[in-house]
């Protein structure tokens, strides 16, 4: 329909034969019901499979707690088997935080979450809604980019509009750098996700950005970070007004 997006977003296995693709705009209730007006820009992923060559529809995933302009599907990323899915909604507006905490809907703007989905067989399921493990706070944007391993055992999740002022991995957070992002690391061990650390830049400052795009190895054991308005003076390696930078972590596993 008008507006849906679809394609804002997209994703591939592997082995190229399964695909996901976001639709921010798409408006049906949790259930895939439309019209429904309490679904309005809740947002949608649709999932496609190849077989011998030809292209059809698997399923159309939606959150367990669809709302109004959560905007779900704003970002994907894929394991390489193809089974494991996730999925941001960079403005999902519960305050809770954690792991598959109850959302309560309708507090706050533009805050974010992200859900894993698993598949088996053919039949897809959520497996966990992931807020921030930190304090959230009015257009965050958790969610808005994610990495995920190549066994799908190590999330990243970007949330550019992050306020710590804090420095480097395992931060602390507070409230007194506007826009500055920081990045989100969980870990899956058998079925259940937990956090696994907080990473902020090195030269943390308002308005950089940090979490905008992001990219894991797929050991897992580094993770590329960009922060597109950072603006530094430094030159090369390591540069002015919004000019931009990339910051590697290499300790995740």
């Not at 990323?77 to 905490?101: H, I, M, R, Y």
């Not at 920081?182 to 902020?200: D, I, L, M, N, Q």
């Amino acid at each position: 329909m008008w507006y849906d997006h679809v394609g804002i977003s997209v994703a591939l296995s592997g082995d190229g034969n399964t695909l996901a693709v976001g639709a921010i705009g798409e408006d049906s209730d949790a259930l895939g019901n439309w019209p429904a007006d309490a679904g309005k820009g809740s947002g949608a992923v649709f999932v496609y499979t190849r077989n011998s060559g030809s292209w059809s529809q698997q399923t159309m995933l939606k959150a367990a707690n669809a709302g109004r302009f959560h905007r779900f599907g704003s970002a994907l990323a894929f394991s390489s088997d193809g089974n494991t899915l996730a999925v941001g909604a960079k403005e999902e507006d519960s305050n809770t935080t954690g792991v598959d905490s109850t959302p309560n809907p309708g507090i706050l703007a533009g805050v974010g979450a992200a859900y894993v989905f698993g598949r088996s067989g053919t039949t897809w399921s959520q497996q966990a809604y992931i807020k921030a493990s930190t304090r959230t706070s009015n257009y965050d944007y958790f969610g808005f980019a994610l990495a995920l391993s190549s066994d799908g055992n190590l999330l990243a999740v970007g949330s550019h509009g992050e306020n710590s002022s804090t420095r480097g991995v395992y931060a602390s957070t507070n409230s007194t750098a506007s826009n500055a992002g920081a990045v989100f690391v969980y870990e899956r061990s058998g079925a259940s996700w937990a956090s696994k650390t907080f990473v902020k830049s090195s030269n943390t400052d308002s308005k950089d950005s940090f979490g905008w795009g992001m990219a894991i190895s797929g050991d897992g054991g580094t993770l590329a970070v960009g922060a597109y308005r950072e603006d530094s003076s430094a030159t090369g390696i390591n540069r002015s007004e919004s000019i931009g930078s990339v910051y590697c972590f290499p300790w995740l596993r």
